[in-house]
């Protein structure tokens, strides 16, 4: 009732009743939009519900929907030094951006500007750059498949790989672990999957909060039959308690734990977990010969394991359960778990990808399904469960700054130009590069960047150093108020909203986490008139920064968007025949070698690796501090104050401690404390943040972001990866000045 509650709350007050009931049950229906919310996927049509919805998708709809507006008077009213003061959530509650807006030089406030002229200034910026490197071509995940084709299409024509995106800060980490040992970086399971599997292990992930619909499909396979085990330093509510919003006796009953088992381990523990369970199967193999170990798998479709094996066996307990702070009993009642299961998937999410070690964890990961076999097959294999609606569908669309070379080959046949071969930055990178004064011009298809990025003092600065600084966005967000000489907003249709071109209402497609691609229409009328849709943006600037250069009709690909299918049908595979698919109720699954046991890495075999156990050692007097979501916000946009189902209401500035680590750090609950990140280069600050006594793990420590983002250093990052350490963070507490 709560969840009910307050999703009728916000999407009533943002949208009124009509638009509500219009909207709401249009969300993730075959013939309506996909929610613009997270990445989980829908059920086959017919086992659809009607409410095919989440509290918080409900939020992310009506915080797109709603009916408040920025208009000119609003930009006249405030300049951007006073905007630049306001609180996340106050920027994200003035409505939807429906003009055109340039800051220009010297300027402290944005005025109105048309298309026209908004396209040719950024053309003449782009067309005065030394080279096409100093350019960067951010974006967020939200963007279509259409949308986000030619995006990369104009930024490689225009000549550079600098496309940086939100995977770089979210899951790159599974995607470069995933690659390497199984040769596709993306997750090998459908839902179908999980609803057969024996034994379902949820680490790093809070799908109560972030991917609600996950939680029936849990349910499911706990009706299936399936164990259910999480692992995390906090104990979440929606794994640990569940009520199904959509069947009434869920919602009035007492709920059903969903966990069986609840791993409440120390953050950045997993590797080790993993170890350890490997460990004990390599063991159990020995004392009972050919009864543990799938020999089969092993030795037909996989490499690596004797190296693996030897290096498993040396593992020490000691280190082993200081990096876990588990006991032993408690990792070997799950191992009698997994030997007891025919079918196991593990799920995972940020509190895995974003460590220092993510990449050679997650490598752990597949070693432990691939002693078993748990791959390629029925009721098994590897789930990394995606955040924003489309960011696999971009990636897979080439919005990449480390392009394969079979892909720029094949746009190279298709378009005909020679498009630049050698990498571009990635989100850090080009931090640091904007930084270096090596960047002049910054393009952001959607996102908040200075405030979804790490090191916020620096990120700020570096922004601030560049002469033009872009934003397609829908909504104000802190990003448009740390500027460039010059800044633009150019607004921008959102999911829910009609897009009729010069053939007429278009759709366009997205890519669950399941590979699965549907299409999405919207039906609301735009917030403005005056607002394009992300795809005409990027033909009209392409048009105006390329002109003749390169043959692409971009004026063919804006009227009819099934056009653009076409030629992506030509140059992404398993997209043949495109237009025809996705046209099918549900859509049609991406395919995915690792299903059918082929792994296209160079030996054409799954890889064991090996991966050094990583100890994170704390000083004395210090935590180790994780930033993460409330339930009341989609990353950086703030939906209210309030974190239901971790009991905190009206603030969000709180740090959740242990009772024993904050009484032995001499504090008690309620205390206003500053934290302090201690790395290499110095220390950084985040001041006033209210202490709250809370069961995590000890020497653990939660905060959200984006608040702590300032306490993240730009140095810090995941080996392989480069994504950076949001989940671990060394701080220690000060009493703030009062
Ligand atoms: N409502 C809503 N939905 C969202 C989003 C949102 O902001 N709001 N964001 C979307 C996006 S982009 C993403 S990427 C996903 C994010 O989805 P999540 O990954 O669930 O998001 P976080 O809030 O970062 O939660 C991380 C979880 O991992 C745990 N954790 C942290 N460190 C560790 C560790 O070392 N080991 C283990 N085992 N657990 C750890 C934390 O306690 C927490 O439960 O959600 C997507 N969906
Ligand atoms: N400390 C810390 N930092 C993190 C994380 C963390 O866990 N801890 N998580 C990281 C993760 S997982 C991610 S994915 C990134 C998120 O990074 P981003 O994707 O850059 O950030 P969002 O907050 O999702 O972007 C919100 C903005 O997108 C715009 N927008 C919304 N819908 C649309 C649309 O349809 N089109 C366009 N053009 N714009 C739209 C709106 O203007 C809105 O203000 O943050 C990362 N940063
Ligand atoms: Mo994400």
């Known amino acids: 009732m709560p969840a009910v509650a307050a999703a009728m709350k916000h999407s009533l007050e943002q949208m009124g009743p009509r638009r509500t009931v219009l909207t709401l049950l249009d969300v993730n229906q075959a013939k309506g939009f996909d929610c613009p919310g997270c990445a989980w996927p829908e059920p086959d049509p017919e086992h659809r519900h009607k409410a095919e919805f989440c509290e918080n998708g409900a939020k992310a709809v009506a915080e797109e929907a709603t009916k408040r507006r920025i208009t000119r008077e609003f930009f006249a009213r405030y300049p951007v030094s ?313 990636r897979t669309m080439g919005i990449w700054e480390k392009p394969p070379a079979w892909f720029l080959d094949a746009l190279q046949r298709e378009f005909g130009f020679e498009p630049p071969r050698h990498h571009g930055y990635d989100t850090v990178h080009a931090i640091e590069a904007m930084l270096a004064g090596d960047v002049r011009v910054f393009f952001a298809m959607g996102g908040n960047f200075v405030r979804a990025t790490p090191d916020s003092a620096r990120t700020e600065e570096a922004m601030r150093r560049l002469r033009l600084t872009v934003h397609v966005s829908t909504k104000l967000n802190r990003s448009h108020t740390v500027t460039g000489e010059i800044a633009l907003i150019l607004p921008t249709l959102g999911r829910t909203e009609l897009d009729v071109q010069a053939s007429g209402p278009q759709f366009v497609t997205v890519e669950d986490s399941m590979g699965s691609v549907h299409a999405s229409r919207g039906r609301l009328a735009p917030a403005s008139p005056r607002l394009l849709s992300e795809v005409s943006i990027i033909c009209r600037l392409a048009r105006r920064v390329l002109g003749d250069r390169v043959s692409v009709p971009w004026e063919e690909y804006e009227a009819d968007y099934s056009r653009i299918r076409d030629r992506i049908a030509k140059v992404v595979p398993g997209f043949e025949d495109f237009n025809a698919k996705v046209t099918r109720p549900g859509g049609f699954l991406l395919p995915h070698p690792v299903r059918e046991r082929r792994f296209p890495t160079p030996t054409g075999k799954a890889r064991f690796t090996r991966n050094e156990l990583e100890v994170i050692r704390v000083p004395d007097g210090h935590l180790l501090l994780q930033t993460l979501r409330s339930h009341d916000q989609y990353n950086t946009t703030i939906y209210g104050l309030d974190d239901r189902y971790r009991g905190v209401s009206q603030g969000r500035r709180v740090v959740f401690v242990h009772p024993e680590d904050l009484a032995a750090l001499g504090f008690a609950d309620g205390d206003l404390v500053d934290l302090v990140s201690v790395w290499e280069d110095g220390e950084r600050r985040a001041e006033a943040f209210r202490a709250v006594a809370y069961p995590t793990a000890r020497g653990c420590a939660a905060t959200y972001f984006p608040e702590a983002n300032v306490l993240v250093p730009l140095g810090s990052r995941a080996e392989g990866s480069n994504t950076p350490t949001s989940k671990s963070i060394i701080v220690r507490l000060e009493r703030a000045a009062s």
Request: proline content about 5%; some cysteine.
């Open 82 to 394: 006073e905007l630049a003061t306001k609180s996340d959530y106050w920027l994200g509650q003035q409505g939807r951006l429906t003009e055109p807006m340039v800051k220009r030089p010297g300027s402290d406030r944005y005025e109105p500007i048309s298309w026209d002229d908004a396209f040719g200034l950024v053309a003449d910026e782009l067309t005065r750059l030394d080279n096409p490197d100093q350019a960067v071509f951010y974006t967020s995940g939200r963007t279509s498949n259409e949308a986000a084709f030619l995006y990369q299409l104009f930024a490689r024509a225009y000549g550079t790989n600098n496309m940086p995106d939100c995977s770089n800060m979210c899951h790159e980490s599974s995607g470069v672990a995933l690659q390497e040992t199984l040769g596709v970086g993306k997750g090998s399971v459908t839902l179908e999957d999980l609803y057969q599997a024996d034994l379902i292990l949820v680490a790093g992930q809070n799908p109560g909060t972030n991917h609600p619909r996950m939680l029936s499909a849990l349910e499911k396979a706990k009706a299936n039959g399936a164990r259910i085990v999480a692992i995390n330093p906090l104990p979440e509510a929606g794994l640990l308690r569940f009520k199904n919003p959509q069947r009434p006796r869920g919602v009035l009953g007492s709920g059903t734990p969903l966990a069986d088992l609840f791993l409440q381990i120390r953050l950045g523990g997993d590797l080790a977990l993993f170890q350890a369970l490997n460990r004990l199967l390599l063991e159990a193999e020995d004392a009972r010969p050919g009864t543990v170990l799938d020999r089969e798998f092993i030795e037909r479709y996989t490499d690596g394991f004797e190296d693996f094996a030897a290096h498993v066996r040396k593992m020490s307990w000691d280190d082993a359960l200081a990096a876990t702070g588990l006991t032993r009993p408690e990792i070997e009642q799950l191992h009698s778990w997994v030997l007891a299961s025919e079918r196991i998937i593990v799920c995972w999410a940020m509190g895995l990808t974003q460590h220092k070690h993510s990449v050679p964890m997650i490598r752990e990961i597949v070693n432990f399904l691939a002693l078993r076999g748990n791959l390629g097959r029925p009721g098994a294999g590897v789930c990394p469960v995606r955040g924003h609606s489309n960011v696999q569908g971009d």
